[in-house]
């Protein structure tokens, strides 16, 4: 009776899925659409680092993930220990995974800037293994709950339509660090300086730029903004020792779809990836897991450099 | 030359002289543990590995007047290389020479070892692999935790007695999920239920929204639900909360890894109401379990044990009463005949190796989960005895099971 009355008003446009009651059509649609932009959202904040590392300085860092597992650990152990408020953990996860990365880029990474893509990805999974087998050392191999705030939880509901809290804010911070990153990058003296001296490395010294300098704040960033992935990521995948690989190859698609040094590139490709994982899922669950892998090899087909390649 | 002939003899002698003193001290039992020590079934491994520290800090290391030593070897990512599983058993027993082969994280696992054991005719003690099978794969394969049938469709039985008309079912795409998705049903079913649709997830699945969401949609009054521990019961039972799926607005049945002390920190009281039908609780009320969970409690620094723990546990207890029976011989046969048909009392209540299939017949608790204290906890409200895996049984009523396994 009640979908009978939704067909007429136009609303229910198509016969519903057998085990589908009368909802109607469009808020399941604009639940679906936003459900997979939040995750895509998460994937881009955990991404969006790599496609600065390694897109932009051409470093293979396949330990990308453990620079986002610093962040989760940091924002886990501060809530837990100290009592400190999710939100203030925020800023001290990026700096946490930033200043690693500083120590590592120091120590080790600047040494292999100039070697070959296999002895990049062998030294970076070695440092992939040694986190997870530290993190496992420390905190233990379990899963590290939290306990969100009350008013990060649950969901809004506004008329027919309602949407996870949490993924709204997702959403939000996903939308600011790309405005941050763009702008810094395109309009500010730094960010002209970070690409001079990924473009040409040379040149850029012979201007009188720092380049040391400048790859190592950048690297820096690349892995603070990791790390703020990481702990944004808890409440909705968990945390464990096994963080650092079990997302990374979410984050190589990302980046190597996106086009290796291309911020918007990554963060349509996100949010692309975050839609048809909900979308096939929930119409197609029996082979969900594979439509999302299929389209990315056909997009990489169609264009090898990624969709949005700089050169 | 005469001098080192000298030196031999005397080292001959030497030889001789103590050879007395080492027949009356008989070489040790080794026991090998194969287990998920790392990768993404870590937490597991680590789980079985205490509760085998536990009963062996308890019970001694000597039984029937030979000491138990144990070698430790890391399946790994177990699941994803089975074949690892594989060589490690065959490592154990060729050149380990270890006598009893226990643990088995997974399912795989288990599987790819079993030809193993029954060629080398050495007992291997399941302590966790859950999927209903695996025990009929070799006459040398007996298990002291759980096939997932006997408690999910302890679960399907009740839901349908007590009411519930309807449901969704919702499970891992891989053995036990799908284990337990069909007991589920058929039992469901048999008790007058009708099943109103059913999703079974990748096994890596980090969102689990488009999940809810059809779950939601589907309107059911009931929803069953089975995810491997990890990361998953959290991430599900958040996905839940986020699309307004909770147990005011829909009955949520699960094993009991969606409602694990990690997964109801962070589900916080969106999971009061949740109900489960499992094998153990760090909650239980039985003779054992104060005991036991203070001991794991000690090793664990302060974290409750979970069901590996007293799996293991008991792993170790069964292995204990073999040799004894046996009187400290360690002959493959022997051991098995010895563990066929014990009973003993475990922290979960007591529990019976079924001398026919070799696979445990113990009780499954109905639990709630409820805020007692401040803390979210299972509270068992009642409780099915003597649950047989229901599977091997019809496939026993069927003739399709012997004692060796199945029939070829």
């Not at chain 1, 009355?5 to 899925?17: E, H």
């Not at chain 1, 040379?202 to 380049?211: C, E, F, H, P, Q």
């Not at chain 2, 009973?343 to 026919?356: A, L, W, Y």
Request: with cysteine.
């Amino acid at each position: 009776m009640e979908r009978r009355a939704l067909f007429r008003r136009g609303r229910l446009s198509r016969p519903a899925y057998p085990n589908v009651n009368g909802l109607p059509v469009t808020p399941r649609i604009a639940s679906l659409l936003f459900d997979g932009f939040a995750y895509g959202m998460l994937l881009f904040v955990l991404s969006v680092g790599l496609s600065v590392t390694l897109g932009m300085m051409n470093f293979v860092n396949l330990a990308h993930g453990s620079f986002a597992m610093i962040g989760g650990y940091t924002t886990v152990t501060l809530m837990r220990s100290w009592d400190w408020p999710f939100f203030a953990t925020l800023p001290v996860a990026f700096l946490m995974a930033a200043a690693m990365a500083v120590v590592l880029e120091r120590i080790v990474y600047r040494r292999l800037y100039g070697a070959s893509d296999l002895d990049q990805a062998l030294l970076t999974i070695g440092i992939v293994f040694m986190s997870i087998a530290s993190a496992a050392y420390i905190f233990g191999t379990t899963q590290q709950p939290i306990e969100m705030p009350a008013y990060i939880r649950g969901r809004v509901e506004i008329g027919d339509f309602s949407f996870g809290v949490y993924r709204i804010f997702l959403v939000c911070a996903a939308l600011v660090i790309t405005a941050v990153l763009v702008l810094g990058l395109d309009y500010t003296r730094f960010g002209a300086r970070i690409r001079a001296a990924v473009d040409n490395q040379r040149m850029a010294r012979g201007l009188g730029i720092n380049v040391d300098w400048i790859f190592a704040v950048t690297f820096a960033i690349g892995s603070g903004l990791a790390g703020l992935g990481g702990a944004l990521a808890i409440e909705v995948v968990g945390l464990d020792p096994n963080f650092a690989l079990k997302y990374l190859v979410f984050m190589l698609i990302v980046v190597a779809v996106g086009g290796m040094a291309s911020i918007r590139g990554a963060f349509i490709t996100a949010a692309m990836l975050g839609i048809i994982d909900m979308f096939s899922k929930y119409y197609v669950p029996e082979v969900g897991a594979f439509v999302l892998y299929a389209v990315m090899v056909g997009l990489l087909v169609w264009r090898p450099a990624g969709l949005f390649a700089r050169r | 030359m005469r001098k080192l002939l000298l030196g031999m003899s005397g080292l001959a002698a030497l030889a001789m002289a103590s050879a007395p003193a080492q027949a009356q001290n008989q070489p040790p039992i080794k026991v090998g543990l194969i287990m998920s020590y790392s990768g993404q079934f870590a937490d597991l491994g680590t789980m079985m590995d205490n509760g085998i520290k536990l009963y062996m800090k308890q019970h001694g290391d000597t039984v029937a007047g030979r000491k138990i030593e144990i070698i430790r070897r890391d399946s790994g990512a177990a699941g994803t290389a089975p074949d690892v599983a594989r060589r490690l058993a065959q490592e154990l027993i060729v050149r380990d020479r270890v006598d009893i082969i226990a643990g088995f994280s997974l399912t795989p696992d288990a599987l790819a070892a079993a030809d193993v054991l029954t060629q080398a005719k050495k007992p291997g003690v399941i302590t966790n692999a859950a999927t209903a099978i695996i025990t009929a794969r070799s006459p040398y394969l007996v298990r002291t935790s759980i096939a997932l049938p006997q408690a999910m469709g302890a679960l399907g039985t009740w839901a349908a007695k007590n009411g519930t008309k309807n449901a969704f079912t919702m499970v891992t795409d891989y053995g036990p999920g799908i284990d337990s998705e069909q007991e589920f049903q058929l039992q469901f079913k048999q008790g007058g239920g009708t099943i109103n649709g059913s999703v079974r997830f990748p096994v890596a699945n980090p969102d689990f929204s488009a999940f809810a969401q059809r779950l939601k949609d589907s309107n059911s009054e009931a929803v069953f639900v089975f995810v491997p521990g990890g990361e998953q019961p959290a991430a599900l039972a958040k996905a839940f909360a986020e699309h307004g799926v909770n147990p005011k607005s829909m009955k949520i049945l699960s094993s009991g890894e969606l409602v694990n002390d990690e997964a109801l920190k962070s589900m916080g009281d969106a999971a009061v109401g949740m109900i489960s039908g499992w094998h153990y609780d760090h909650n239980l009320k039985t003779r054992m379990n104060p005991e036991f969970v203070k001991g794991m409690n000690e090793l664990l620094g302060g974290r409750n044990p979970d069901q590996f723990a007293v799996t293991a546990y008991d792993g170790m207890h069964l292995i204990y009463e073999a040799i004894k029976k046996t009187g400290g011989k360690t002959d493959g046969d022997a051991l098995i005949a010895a563990m066929k048909g014990v009973s003993f009392e475990s922290p979960r209540g007591s529990v019976t190796i079924d001398p026919e299939t070799r696979d445990i017949i113990q009780t499954i608790y109905l639990r709630r989960v409820e805020r007692v204290d401040g803390r979210l906890v299972n509270v068992e409200f009642d409780k099915i005895d003597n649950v047989k895996d229901p599977v091997k049984e019809r496939l026993k009523a069927e003739g399709k099971l012997t004692a060796d396994g199945l029939a070829k």
